[in-house]
């Protein structure tokens, strides 16, 4: 297999893996000389091979301070500088330095990166704008033009004892964009495993997925983490018991409050986390790749540290913030103490990813008896559907634990007053079975009420034929009547079928690009040779994207 030919084919089996991880084709890394510096341009170089990307530099350089400065201190000067011939002479060697030699400085760190870069076959870009530095590198990562910054946790001000350098910590904060901080200048991303910390939010998630990326292009090991902290309410609670009179303890019922928190940090959070690994676990092995996991408890940043030093870690990937996260954090508490603690490099990460939803559902939600007994009750062609309804009724209201009042909810959402199952308890006619294909057109319709039609009109077409089963050709003429107001557009019984297989969170692009499809060859009705169509321009044009975010190359492209 030629290299092209084994890119396109790692394409597009990486199509919908990759999505949510970072992209690598456009890297912003902070220059400054320091070795730290230094460090951030190779791995972004490594990183950016491997994705057919491309370099900038950036370098402040704040001109206009430093004649500011030099101007204010001018009046505390020693006295021989005190005769004017001689002030205009310094005058005179400072503006020099401010209006050609900083930019010489700039240019020497970029002809640095240039060289390594050209090294590489890497295009190189230089950035040397007037300013604070923190400021100028926050403003490009901002821009638009960039998927990574790089830049040294230190840099040329570092001092013995120095753990975070100011314009790291500055540009960590505000930057817009996935961000690799560097804190060992003598390793390389890969001397250690790969480690992210999962805590169920979707930068997580996308933290994750990063890893994996980055884990596959490096041919690194990942390691995937969770932690929780079983024993803060356990001490929170002894101290609150400290203040509290007895007729106080009585109204808070501590005894009983103190007892349900031990159980559900000791049972339910530790299982809500386990789940995140056993949802990050499915995630690799749907991407082909092996991930070891572990659960630790703890105060988070610390038990994460710990384990970092523990397995040697190279590389630290986490989201910017946590799952607690409100809109107007910049950084989450754990992140901030990270950047700090962790012997090895952090990735910041911005990309966000939502697992499926039934995977989710699957590690994360728990029924009642109760509550599985109603479902029971439901006719069983609509069994499945409605399940999928009240998982994903639960997901949106925050329920981990499904009993029967949700179910009745989404039953009377699911069911109105007059679909064959109200029908069959009314009139106590049994309900006549649903083929599966069918099913599954109708629930794509998405509209309950519209669905619950089409249900009735298709079992009155069943009955009339005297079938024992409600079967496609029983859905499908009402099924198109209904779709037809989308656009205009007619679906075929097997363009039906066909999309009905598309996921979820794809599905409602995907019938877009086939419904352009059709109006670009000037039909009205959408055919199952239309949809294959559609279908294929939907992979090409993942593939598009992923080329021009840089993913189109191969590690054994390098050798």
Known sequence: ??????????????????????????????????????????????????????????????????????????????????????????????????????????????????????????????????????????????????????????????????????VCERVVRRSPIDTLVIKDSGRAIGDGPIVVGIDGSELSNGALKTA?????????????????????????????????SDEAGKVFRFKEQEQLHEELIDDGIAKIYQSHLEIAQRTAVEEGMELTTKLLDGKAFKVIADYLSEVGASLLVIGKTGVHADAGLDIGGNAENLLRTTPCHIWFGQTTFTPPMDMVAEETISWSHEAEAVLAKA????????????????????????????????????????CPAHRAKET???????????????????????????????????RREGADEIGVAHVQPFL???????GGFTWATAALARISRVPDAMRIKTKARIVEVARARNVTEITLEIVEAGLEEALEAMHEAMFEGGHTKTLDEED
């Not at 409605?386 to 209201?397: P, S, T």
């Open 1 to 166: 297999m030629t290299p092209q030919n084994q890119t396109q084919k790692i394409a597009a089996e990486d199509s919908e893996a990759m999505a949510g991880a970072a992209k690598l084709g456009r890297v912003l890394v902070a220059l400054d000389a320091s070795e730290y510096s230094d460090r951030a341009l190779e791995e972004s170089v490594r990183l950016a091979k491997t994705a057919d990307g491309e370099i900038t530099g950036i370098h402040a350089y704040a001109a206009l301070l430093h004649d500011r400065r030099f101007k204010q201190m001018e009046g505390g000067l020693p006295e021989r500088y005190l005769e004017e011939e001689e002030m205009m002479y310094q005058r005179d060697v400072h503006d020099s330095l401010i209006t050609k030699g900083l930019n010489i400085i700039s240019d020497s760190y970029h002809d640095v990166g240039e060289e390594v870069c050209k090294k590489a076959g890497l295009p190189f870009h230089r950035l040397s704008p007037e300013g604070k530095n923190y400021a100028r590198v926050i403003e490009a990562a901002g821009s638009g033009n960039y998927d990574v910054l790089a830049l040294g946790a230190l840099g040329l001000g570092a001092v013995p004892g120095s753990l975070i350098g100011t």
């Open 212 to 244: 994996l990326d980055i884990g596959r292009r490096l041919g690194v090991p990942v390691h995937a983490v969770a932690a929780y902290d079983p024993y803060y309410h356990y001490v929170a609670f002894n101290m609150i018991a400290g203040v509290l």
């Open 379 to 418: 006719p069983e062609f609509a069994q499945g559907m409605a399940r999928k309804a009240v998982i994903r009724h639960a997901q949106e209201h925050g329920h981990t634990f499904i009993t029967k009042d949700i179910v009745n909810v989404v039953a009377q959402q699911l069911m109105p007053r007059g």
């Open 428 to 462: 106590g006619e049994a309900a006549l079975k649903w083929d599966p294909q069918a099913m599954a057109l109708v629930d794509d319709l998405g509209d309950n009420d519209i669905a619950a039609g089409v249900m009735l009109r298709a079992e009155k077409k069943a």
């Open 480 to 486: 198109d009547k209904e779709t037809a107001k989308d």
